[in-house]
Nanobody
Framework: QVQLVESGGGLVQAGGSLRLSCAAS????????MGWFRQSPGKEREFVAA????????DYADSVKGRFTISRDNAKNTMYLQMNSLKPDDTAVYYC?????????????????WGQGTQVTVSS
């Protein structure tokens, strides 16, 4: 059973930075893909970034390219999302997710396992 626990959310001013963490437990993740999604009130959950655990290949939503960086630490079984130059539009609950398989996916329905979410609020 895969378990995912996010941390690192909080309140930050526009232009600031935050780093989210997702601690993963369960099977060996070498054949898994993992991702970050976010959801703000009244909106659908949307893709932010994804990483292939085996080789670190990444994919990003256009809205965060150049500002956010997804990474993982194999030894700690932890995934990160470094968020720089934050904007008020980045305000949302951020979720980490995992799926079996080597292909990077960006759809909510492609992911089998989800964390509980962590709130990120960016003030203007």
């Amino acid at each position: 059973q895969v378990q995912l626990v996010e941390s690192g959310g909080g309140l930050v001013q526009a232009g600031g930075s935050l780093r989210l963490s997702c601690a993963a437990s369960g099977p060996t993740f070498s054949s898994y893909g993992m991702g970050w999604f976010r959801q703000s009130p009244g909106k659908e959950r949307e893709f932010v970034a994804a990483i292939r655990w085996s080789d670190g290949r990444t994919d990003y939503a256009d809205s965060v390219k150049g500002r956010f960086t997804i990474s993982r630490d194999n030894a700690k079984n932890t995934m990160y999302l470094q968020m720089n130059s934050l904007k008020p539009d980045d305000t949302a609950v951020y979720y980490c997710a995992a799926r079996g398989g080597m292909i990077l996916r960006t759809g909510v329905r492609d992911y089998e396992y989800w964390g509980q979410g962590t709130q990120v609020t960016v003030s203007s």
